[in-house]
Nanobody, 120 residues
Framework: QLQASGGGLVQAGGSLRLSCAASGRDFSVLHVAWFRQAPGQEREFVALLHWKDGNTDYTDSVKGRFTISRDNAKNTMYLQMNNLKPEDTAVYYC???????????????WGQGTLVTVSS
């Protein structure tokens, strides 16, 4: 089970940190990722963190602004979002998988989503 939190309303240029707490499985051996879905749009990949080597991957639109991280001791993953833009407005979902990749189909378990709204 994944529980996402940290969303909210922020002005453009501001920051938010999303958290996602995992329970019920060995979180430390799973890849973790964030996806988002804006109103009227399909879900898209945002960021990914490899469980073992720490490699990360980001969609181009968030590179240099967002940082994905994890704390295995707390079974929690994070998405630090800086310099937010109105186009970042979306429901953000955390997810975990055994298969590394940016496709949502790789991910077996999803959080419930947390809404991020960025005003201009």
């Amino acid at each position: 089970q994944l529980q996402a939190s940290g969303g909210g309303l922020v002005q453009a240029g501001g920051s938010l940190r999303l958290s996602c707490a995992a329970s019920g499985r060995d979180f430390s051996v799973l890849h973790v990722a964030w996806f988002r879905q804006a109103p009227g749009q399909e879900r898209e990949f945002v960021a990914l963190l490899h469980w073992k080597d720490g490699n990360t991957d980001y969609t181009d639109s968030v590179k240099g602004r967002f940082t994905i991280s994890r704390d295995n001791a707390k079974n929690t993953m994070y998405l630090q979002m800086n310099n937010l833009k109105p186009e970042d407005t979306a429901v953000y979902y955390c997810a975990v998988a055994r298969l590394y990749g940016t496709s949502g189909s790789n991910y077996n378990y999803w959080g419930q989503g947390t809404l991020v709204t960025v005003s201009s």
